[in-house]
């Protein structure tokens, strides 16, 4: 991208790389909990998603860590405390909170 006189680039949030990222990491995250609980990862594709499996926050703040590429920072404050019931309601909380801490890391994009 080229920058106008007095004006940076503007970057968007990347929301699909973010969010395929993150999915993936607490997609990961709740089937090894399954396994430690002796329990099966539903057949049906996208069932993981609001399947009950808690997620403590302590794991799911190392996961974020590997957003850290995509958004060029560390988020922090993200994670809910207490950690979620599914990774459908880890995505539900972290992505504005993600979006949120990138329009304060690029305020040009906001």
Request: aromatic residues 4%.
């Amino acid at each position: 991208m080229s920058q106008i006189k007095d004006k940076p680039d503007i970057k968007p949030f990347p929301v699909q790389e973010t969010s395929a990222c993150l999915l993936a990491e607490l997609t990961s995250l709740a089937e090894s909990e399954l396994k430690l609980q002796g329990l099966t990862p539903p057949d049906t594709p996208g069932a993981l998603l609001t399947t009950k499996i808690r997620l403590d926050s302590l794991t799911v703040v190392d996961v974020t860590l590997a957003l850290e590429d995509i958004l060029g920072f560390e988020p922090k404050n993200i994670v809910q405390t207490g950690g979620y019931d599914s990774i459908q309601a880890a995505l539900d909380h972290m992505m504005p909170r993600l979006e949120a801490a990138w329009k304060k890391n690029y305020p040009a994009g906001a």
